[in-house]
């Protein structure tokens, strides 16, 4: 298993960025910047003028990594460590928690946190404790 | 809604994605192995996901206290902001079914979708599979409501 940089400042302002995106969404459109609520409302059936800001955000994501290449002159560090197979699992996994949980690490982590909200709390410590205990298991019981 | 005030909606709305996609990929948080590597504190521990959280949660809960002072956002009627409170089991359960998910892989949907931009198969692969499992997950829900609904009326 690679061991990746410990990247404080840089991590820091990534995430102050995430921050500010978080923000503007709130005072410009009132919404929370969760992905799962973001992509949810894109899976029919999709309410009518409700669609077209969501779908735009998407495109201003998935279009970072050119951007940063534009500027920086190299992509952003990327590295999937599971199997394709995994990954699908892993996918339909996460789709289905996030679904009855109502959030994932950008609407209750994030925005939920942010507002102090009790239900994102127990969500964010639940998932964190989940996640841990699962890494543990998948690296250190079953594998390497 | 008139042409130019969508067209805003849209054009603001894809620029906070953008923002909001830069930061994932500046922090790490695009990063599987840098995710995963916040978690294994048994092996190799990068903490550097704490700064992300940290960074995040400080510039949004100072932001947002300035923008709630509004009685409304600039381009919406009203904040649409979750009022629930109930712990309930879809919270709780659903949680943990989610770090199942994120420490079998490192990808959170937050984290995958500016990563879709690389147009690398893994990403793609986690995200098609996320979309499917919401729309099942949509449709047991509605299910187990219909045939709840369904006890008490007969």
């Known amino acids: 298993m690679p061991a990746t940089e410990f990247t404080p400042w840089q ?17 410009l459109h009132g919404r929370i910047a969760g992905l799962t609520g973001i992509v949810s409302g894109l899976i029919p059936p999709i309410a009518m003028n409700d669609w077209q800001w969501r779908l735009a955000l998407l495109v201003g994501m998935v279009s970072a990594p050119a951007t940063y290449w534009l500027v920086a002159g190299r992509s952003p560090a990327f590295h999937a460590t599971a199997s394709v197979i995994t990954l699908v699992i892993g996918g339909l996994i996460t789709g289905i928690g996030v679904h009855f949980s109502s959030g994932c690490t950008s609407g209750h982590g994030v925005c939920g946190l942010a507002r102090f909200s009790r239900r994102s709390l127990v969500a964010v410590a639940t998932f964190m404790a989940s996640t841990a205990v699962t890494v543990f298991v998948v690296r250190h019981l079953i594998g390497p | 809604m008139t042409m130019s005030s969508s067209l ?45 959280m940290g960074g995040a949660l400080i510039v949004t809960a100072v932001g947002y206290r300035l923008v ?8 919406a009627s009203r904040f649409n902001v979750p009022a629930g409170t109930a712990i309930d089991t879809p919270l709780v359960a659903g949680s943990a079914v989610f770090g199942i998910g994120w420490g079998l892989t490192g990808f959170c949907p937050g984290g995958v979708i500016p990563m879709l ?12 599979a996320f979309v499917v499992g919401i729309a099942l997950a949509r449709k047991v829900r509605t299910m187990l409501a219909n045939a709840r609904r369904g006890s008490v009326t007969s």
């Open chain 2, 8 to 52: 805003t909606n849209i054009v603001t709305a894809a620029l906070i994605g953008l923002l909001f996609g830069l930061g994932i990929a500046i922090s790490g948080m695009g990063n599987p192995a840098k995710v995963l590597a916040f978690f294994d504190v048994a092996g190799a521990w990068d903490p550097s996901l704490a700064f992300v």
């Open chain 1, 11 to 27: 991590s820091l302002f990534g995430g102050a960025l995430i921050g500010t995106a978080s923000v503007l969404l709130m005072l």
């Open chain 2, 68 to 75: 709630f002072k509004r009685n409304a956002p600039v381009l």
């Open chain 2, 117 to 128: 931009g690389l147009g690398r198969l893994e990403s793609l692969a986690f995200f098609a």
